[in-house]
């Protein structure tokens, strides 16, 4: 019997895929294997999104060197975006890698065992979304399903539409038939993965295809990532609104409080923009939760931009954000534009914006304090034994004393007791 193991670095789209590597190698006849010792070959699925993701593969890469010379037999693959963006210099500066695969070749892994050592799998793959590749789940509540690949939108700082291609939206009758098989297996919850899901088109356009999942029976709730705020229409405002099964949650990367940097980002809104999206998304859902994220310290942001961004937290209470410090990537044009700032300048904004939203987070997670909630229970929460956890529709992490009798994909109405800044305590009601 041989075995896999598979190491992922990155995003949702990168565990899905994950899931979708393990599907094929299971086909071929692999088992999976957690540990690289054990394997007959380890795939490494990079992200190259910012310079510490990559900098974390490189020395996960230096340290599997040994195993390779102790096992010459093992097969190594890079694949994600590191391997669509390095290509042949990843075996140029690791000789042991055999194969390098990029995101839109993860379907030959089918021939994996054949493949000569040293092939590069990275051109275009403009019929990603004609096969469907069976993936193998971690989960059996929560489902990710892939409902476009790549990007055309080209922010300044990305390198995603460099590794991901151009935008390719799969065909709605097999987006649905893959949901339908998943209830049928027992799933509760799908999360519909894009790039930007809001410029899905087929037969259908994304409020359109939102409102033909909603109609599968077993499939409790919907959700979505990512959407570009340029993109949000009024019918997916409404579809939110209108369909049951659509969690009352958006993630809606601002990035910046100023204008004149989305400008720099090439976002295509100004803050004002993004701004009139949230007040109308609050207005229309008064419970939905909003997050975002948000880069620090881009090339040429003043005190008085980064002002705009926090004054900009300060007006959208977002629930939760994630930030980062800008990180230049080769090939992007805002790695090559003038004023880079130091990292030290980075490090205090971006300190600065999160000190600033966890009292955001807390306080709103406060308020939250003996409301109602519906919570879907994902599994047991494993950093206090015996308490079950699981999510609101607004994507908030609910833990449960287990004395209450519940069982993963259960859905159940909770009394919340406490708020934490990440979490919150819950009872059955
Ligand atoms: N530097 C810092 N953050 C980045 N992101 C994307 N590219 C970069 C970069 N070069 C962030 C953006 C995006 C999220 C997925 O990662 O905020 O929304
Ligand atoms: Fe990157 Fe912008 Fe595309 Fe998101 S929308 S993947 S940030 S280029």
């Given at each position: 019997m041989k075995r896999y193991y598979i190491e992922t670095f990155g995003c949702q789209m990168n565990v899905h895929d994950s899931e979708k590597m393990a599907g094929i190698l299971k086909l071929e006849g692999y088992t999976e294997t957690d540990s690289a010792k054990n394997a007959d070959i380890v795939i490494f699925n990079t992200c190259s999104i910012r310079q510490k993701a990559e900098q974390k593969f490189f020395s996960e890469l230096g340290?599997?060197?040994?195993?390779?010379?102790?096992?010459?037999?093992?097969?190594?693959?890079?694949?994600?975006?590191?391997?669509?963006?390095?290509?042949?210099?990843?075996?140029?500066?690791?000789?042991?890698?055999?194969?390098?695969?990029?995101?839109?070749?993860?379907?030959?892994?089918r021939d994996i065992a054949t493949s000569e050592a040293g092939s590069i799998y990275t051109e275009d793959n403009p019929h990603i979304t004609d096969v469907d590749i069976p993936a193998d789940r971690r989960d059996n509540v929560r489902a990710w399903v892939n409902i476009m690949y790549g990007c055309n939108n080209f922010c300044s700082y990305c390198i995603v539409p460099y590794t991901r291609g151009r935008e390719r939206s799969r065909a709605s009758q097999s987006i649905i038939n893959e949901i339908k098989d998943l209830a049928e297996k027992g799933y509760k919850e799908v999360t519909l993965l894009g790039q930007n899901v809001n410029s899905y088109k087929s037969n259908v356009d994304f409020p359109g295809l939102l409102k033909e999942i909603n109609k599968i029976e077993g499939i409790?709730?919907?959700?979505?990532?990512?959407?570009?705020?340029?993109?949000?229409?009024?019918?997916?405002?409404?579809?939110?609104?209108?369909?049951?099964?659509?969690?009352?949650?958006?993630?809606?990367?601002?990035?910046?409080?100023?204008?004149k940097i989305l400008a720099l980002m090439n976002r295509k809104y100004t803050y004002d923009d993004y701004m009139k999206k949230i007040e109308q998304l609050k207005r229309e859902i008064p419970e939905i939760a909003i997050t975002s994220d948000i880069i620090a310290g881009f090339p040429q942001e003043t005190d008085e931009d980064h002002n705009h961004t926090i004054k900009a937290l300060k007006e959208v209470e977002f629930d939760s954000i994630?930030?980062?410090?800008?990180?230049?990537?080769?090939?992007?044009?805002?790695?090559?534009?003038?004023?880079?700032?130091?990292?030290?300048?980075?490090?205090?904004?971006?300190?600065?914006?999160?000190?600033?939203?966890?009292?955001?987070?807390?306080?709103?997670?406060?308020?939250?304090?003996?409301t109602i909630q519906e919570v879907l229970i994902e599994g047991v929460d494993e950093k206090s034994t015996?308490?079950?956890?699981?999510?609101?529709?607004?994507?908030?992490i609910v833990n449960i004393p287990s004395e209450d009798n519940a069982e993963p994909g259960d859905i159940i109405t909770v009394k919340i007791t406490r708020a934490r800044r990440h979490s919150l305590e819950g009872e059955i009601v």
């Open positions: 340290r599997i060197k040994a195993l390779k010379k102790r096992r010459p037999d093992l097969k190594i693959a890079v694949a994600g975006c590191i391997a669509q963006q390095e290509g042949s210099k990843i075996i140029e500066r690791a000789s042991y890698v055999d194969y390098v695969v990029g995101p839109q070749n993860i379907h030959i892994l409790k709730r919907i959700r979505f990532v990512t959407s570009h705020p340029k993109d949000i229409s009024d019918e997916l405002i409404y579809a939110i609104r209108d369909l049951d099964k659509v969690c009352e949650h958006i993630h809606l990367p601002l990035q910046s409080g100023s204008s994630f930030a980062f410090k800008f990180s230049p990537r080769p090939g992007t044009k805002a790695s090559t534009i003038d004023g880079q700032l130091p990292d030290d300048i980075k490090s205090v904004r971006l300190s600065e914006i999160l000190e600033l939203q966890n009292t955001i987070t807390e306080r709103k997670n406060k308020e939250l304090k003996g015996g308490k079950f956890s699981g999510r609101t529709r607004t994507n908030k």
